[in-house]
């Protein structure tokens, strides 16, 4: 991340956006169960909200610093912090309930990368579990906020062809002004 997303993503108008019109409209109908993994969780926006909603968040963020500081604020509560690369989750199989990513998709490299993390999203899910992300789509005010960051927007249409390449059925995609929502989910074992 840039030195502009650094600081939006930590300041409290990001905190207060996500908590109060982010999360509910991502979480709208789905439940979270007990065991949530939220990827690229950066400053923390969202995990504490998360703690409140879940009996165990575990939260994967790959920058060392942001995963250091999350960790040592959340350390002793619900929550845990890992430091690591969503396209190669250390987690075991059918680990989790539910995986929420808030605009950590587009950080990923490239799209293969991405259909990876969706992959070993589905893996560490468990049968009914459900993946929630929420993203912003290409323009060009998105692409002078990430000058000097990785931006691979994810196009909304193609999303759920993409999930359903990597396992997930149930998949919808809806929009609305400043980003899209994505809802999939891990099939129930037959």
């Not at 956006?17 to 993994?37: A, C, K």
């Not at 995986?99 to 950590?104: P, Q, R, S």
């Not at 990430?146 to 927007?153: A, D, E, L, M, Q």
Request: aromatic content about 10%.
């Amino acid at each position: 991340m840039n030195h502009f997303e650094t600081w939006f993503c930590g300041s409290p108008l990001w905190r207060y956006v996500t908590r109060r019109q982010l999360l509910p409209w991502i979480l709208e109908g789905s439940d979270l169960g007990e065991q949530v993994l939220e990827l690229g969780a950066g400053p923390g926006a969202a995990t504490e909200e998360l703690r409140m909603r879940a009996a165990r968040v575990t939260s994967l963020e790959y920058d060392h610093g942001f995963a250091a500081r999350l960790g040592a604020r959340v350390r002793g509560t619900n929550a845990s912090v890992i430091q690591g690369d969503a396209a190669l989750l250390p987690f075991p199989d059918k680990a989790f309930s539910s995986a929420i990513a808030i605009l950590m998709l587009h950080h990923l490299r490239s799209e293969e990368l991405q259909d990876h993390a969706f992959a070993e999203i589905r893996r560490v899910l468990r049968p009914g579990g459900v993946f929630l992300a929420f993203e912003i789509q290409d323009g060009w005010l998105h692409r002078v906020g990430h000058i000097r960051s990785t931006f691979v927007p994810i196009a909304p249409t193609a999303a759920p062809a993409r999930l359903i390449a990597a396992g997930f059925s149930q998949v919808s995609v809806d929009s609305r002004r400043g980003g899209f929502r994505i809802r999939a989910f891990r099939a129930p074992e037959a």
